[in-house]
């Protein structure tokens, strides 16, 4: 019986959530891009006030930022140190 409940509960839970998950995905990706543009902001010639507490950020950054500039509409690599394309 239990088991048949935990069940029901999983398979409401699917019910509610499925129509959002796409919505939670874009709105973490929008999130996660504000924060490489942050990070990245000094490298980006934007000033940055926090700039010496997001160095240490940069290097868990740069695996994923090919993607951010493709995503953001850069066709090549907007920092002169990094060539990823």
Known sequence: M?????????????????????TFAKAQQQEDDFFRLLVLSEALGIPNPASYYTLELLPLVYEDFHAWHRRMGMANSPLEGIRCC
């Open 2 to 22: 239990l088991d048949k409940l935990k069940a029901l509960a999983h398979g409401l839970n699917e019910y509610y959530q499925a129509p959002y998950r796409a």
